[in-house]
């Protein structure tokens, strides 16, 4: 978008792919589920949106305030996995960076967030390939959904959080149970190779992070599968 402000850092690579999925947001009303210390939230604000970042930790909320000292963000607390009537039907877009696998109630999250989109608005994910939970060892079966392990690197740093395993099936299924249909899943190279050393995996074998993009079932654009392969209608 002409005059939008690049992100300062983009560590993991997906921030761009994410914004370009998100499409012109200026003056549009944007809601960052689940936006931790702001990282996304601030990256959307530049792009010109009125962006309301809502997280369930407190501290992380407090952080978030503090980096942005204008005040250009609406920063709050709140369980994006619980009904929210106030929020319904209040956003012309919303967007999620690598949440969907620490949330331990993802229907009603998905509930959450398609019933806050306004007609025909656009909610875009960031999230881990499920696949790369086998591969990296959290769990051993890629079909025991519901299984949960613990963020090794995190705990061996002091923070108690823990990864929750779904299959791809699980999270398409919770979100068109919403409403929603998927117009688009991205493959994204970055950190495709970066797995632990016990992996398994070839060494320098790649596996993508996800992005999807859903709309509302009333939008034209619907996803449909054939053989096992998902292919976009167009309008």
């Given at each position: 978008?002409?005059?939008?402000?690049?992100?300062?850092?983009?560590?993991?690579?997906?921030?761009?792919?994410?914004?370009?999925?998100?499409?012109?947001?200026?003056?549009?009303?944007?809601?960052?589920?689940?936006?931790?210390e702001?990282?996304?939230?601030?990256?959307?604000?530049?792009?010109?949106?009125?962006?309301?970042?809502?997280?369930?930790?407190?501290?992380?909320?407090?952080?978030?305030?503090d980096?942005?000292?204008?005040g250009?963000?609406?920063?709050?607390?709140?369980?994006?996995?619980?009904?929210?009537?106030?929020m319904?039907?209040?956003?012309?877009?919303?967007?999620?960076?690598?949440?969907?696998?620490d949330?331990?109630?993802?229907?009603?999250?998905a509930?959450?967030?398609?019933?806050?989109?306004?007609p025909?608005?656009?909610?875009?994910?960031?999230?881990?390939?499920?696949?790369?939970?086998?591969?990296?060892?959290?769990?051993?079966?890629?079909?025991d959904?519901?299984?949960?392990?613990?963020?090794?690197?995190?705990?061996?740093?002091?923070?108690?959080?823990?990864?929750?395993?779904?299959?791809?099936e699980d999270y398409?299924?919770?979100?068109?149970?919403?409403g929603?249909?998927?117009?688009?899943?991205?493959d994204?190279?970055?950190?495709?190779g970066?797995?632990k050393?016990?992996?398994?995996?070839?060494?320098?074998?790649?596996?993508?992070?996800?992005?999807?993009?859903?709309?509302?079932?009333?939008?034209?654009?619907?996803?449909?599968?054939?053989?096992?392969?998902?292919?976009?209608?167009?309008p």
């Open positions: 978008m002409a005059g939008a402000k690049r992100p300062d850092t983009d560590p993991f690579g997906l921030l761009m792919p994410m914004l370009e999925l998100l499409g012109d947001i200026t003056n549009r009303r944007v809601l960052d589920a689940g936006c931790g702001g990282y996304l939230a601030r990256a959307l604000a530049d792009r010109g949106a009125r962006v309301t970042g809502i997280d369930l930790s407190p501290r992380l909320i407090e952080q978030a305030r980096k942005d000292p204008d250009r963000i609406d920063y709050q607390v709140a369980d994006l996995s619980q009904t929210l009537p106030a319904a039907g209040s956003f012309h877009a919303a967007a999620s960076y690598l949440v969907l696998n949330v331990k109630d993802y229907r009603g999250f509930a959450t967030l398609a019933a806050a989109l306004k025909q608005g656009r909610l875009v994910l960031a999230f881990n390939n499920p696949h790369s939970a086998v591969i990296d060892r959290h769990v051993a079966d890629y079909f959904s519901g299984a949960v392990s613990p963020y090794r690197g995190l705990w061996e740093v002091g923070i108690k959080a823990y990864y929750h395993h779904r299959t791809l398409l299924d919770a979100f068109q149970a919403g929603l249909r998927l117009i688009k899943l991205a994204i190279a970055a950190l495709a970066s797995h050393p016990d992996a398994y995996l070839p060494p320098g074998g790649p596996l993508p992070t996800l992005h999807a993009s859903c709309v509302p079932q009333a939008d034209p654009r619907a996803m449909t599968a054939e053989g096992g392969l998902w292919a976009e209608i167009a």
